[in-house]
């Protein structure tokens, strides 16, 4: 069955330490690749998302994520985090052979100390 | 104005009783989704609508009953409600199925 790993539940670091989550899905045919993020007691919201081209995507708040297709991966990565950036993230895959399902990974919880 | 909209934004309910949740996306999408985030925020596909059409349907009991009157709208009915319902309920909407999702506040439904 297709699915979505996030290999790190929770992540703790200080502000301005460099984050990176890791993402891994598998599926062998074409995909979208999502990450979202939700802070605590509010909905979703989309951080970055991948179709084509450049493998390395940039997103909101600092954020990007690179395609790796050969390890079926789409890191999320910040070079200095803050602490307004605790919250739970979400790593996410549309399958271009059934659309209308995006499959979701775990989650990270990420926790930052001020 | 808020793209997707669901109401209410907290149900509190007794075992055995009949609920609804309504939600509405003023994006002029053609999917839509609900989505059940359980306690571990582990989130999951119910359904998914493509212009009032069930697309999807993730073997989800039939005591769930979603309902697309137009496209712009996809409420979904509970009915006996059970203790294991208690989560929160997001409904999302895309412009198309392949595209990024926009989601709703969330309904917390909490089943004592």
């Known amino acids: 069955a297709q699915s979505v790993s996030q290999h790190n539940h929770h992540v703790i670091l200080s502000e301005a330490a460099s984050l990176e989550l890791g993402c891994n899905y598998s599926?062998?045919?074409?995909?979208?690749l999502f990450w979202y993020v939700q802070y605590p007691g509010q909905h979703l919201q989309l951080l970055l998302k991948?179709?084509?081209?450049?493998?390395l995507v940039k997103g909101i708040k600092g954020f990007e994520a690179e395609f790796i297709k050969s390890k079926f991966s789409f890191n999320l990565r910040k070079p200095s985090v803050q602490w307004s950036d605790t919250a739970e993230y979400f790593c996410?895959?549309?399958?271009?052979?059934?659309?209308?399902?995006?499959?979701f990974g775990s989650g990270t919880r990420l926790s930052i100390r001020p | 104005d808020t793209a997707v909209s669901q109401t209410p934004k907290y149900l509190v309910t007794q075992m055995g009783n009949d609920k609804s949740i309504k939600c509405e996306q003023n994006?002029?999408?053609?999917?839509m989704y609900w989505y059940k985030q359980d306690s571990k925020k582990f989130l999951k596909i119910m359904f998914s609508?493509?212009?009032?059409?069930?697309?999807i349907n993730e073997t989800v009991p039939n005591r769930f009953s979603p309902k697309s009157p137009d496209k712009a709208h996809l409420n979904l009915h509970i009915n006996s409600l059970e203790l294991g319902d208690s989560a929160v309920y997001f409904c999302?909407?895309?412009?198309?199925?392949?595209?990024?999702?926009?989601f709703g506040q969330g309904t917390r439904l909490t089943v004592v």
């Open positions: 999302a909407s895309s412009r198309e199925g392949n595209t990024e999702a926009f």
């Open positions: 599926y062998g045919g074409t995909v979208n």
């Open positions: 991948y179709f084509s081209g450049d493998p």
């Open positions: 996410a895959v549309i399958l271009y052979s059934s659309a209308s399902k995006i499959i």
């Open positions: 994006l002029g999408h053609d999917t």
């Open positions: 609508y493509n212009n009032k059409e069930l697309i």
